[in-house]
Nanobody, 124 residues
Framework: QVQLVESGGGLVQAGGSLRLSCAAS????????MVWFRQAPGKEREFVAA????????YYTDSVKGRFTISRDNAKSTVYLQMNSLKPEDTAVYYC?????????????????WGQGTQVTVSS
């Protein structure tokens, strides 16, 4: 089992920044692709960003490209999501998820392990 705990959410004005963290525990962090999803009120959960085990491959949904950066520190078993130039439409609960794989997937059902989520609210 892998346990994931997100932190770093909060309330920020449009144009501001936040950095989310997702700390993993349990099994070794090695070999896991890590991703961030988000779910806005009344909407489906959507893929945001992914990073493979080595950190050499990242992938972003179009709406966050150039504004968000996913990274990981394998020594600390932690993945990060740096969010800059935030917009009100970025308001959502942000979840990290993990899958033991060398590849990444954009579908929610592909991931075995999930955190409890952290709320991000961007005011206009």
């Amino acid at each position: 089992q892998v346990q994931l705990v997100e932190s770093g959410g909060g309330l920020v004005q449009a144009g501001g920044s936040l950095r989310l963290s997702c700390a993993a525990s349990g099994r070794t962090f090695s070999g896991y692709t890590m991703v961030w999803f988000r779910q806005a009120p009344g909407k489906e959960r959507e893929f945001v960003a992914a990073i493979t085990w080595s950190g050499s491959n990242t992938y972003y949904t179009d709406s966050v490209k150039g504004r968000f950066t996913i990274s990981r520190d394998n020594a600390k078993s932690t993945v990060y999501l740096q969010m800059n130039s935030l917009k009100p439409e970025d308001t959502a609960v942000y979840y990290c998820a993990a899958k033991y794989s060398s590849q990444f997937f954009v579908t929610e059902s592909s991931y075995n392990y999930w955190g409890q989520g952290t709320q991000v609210t961007v005011s206009s």
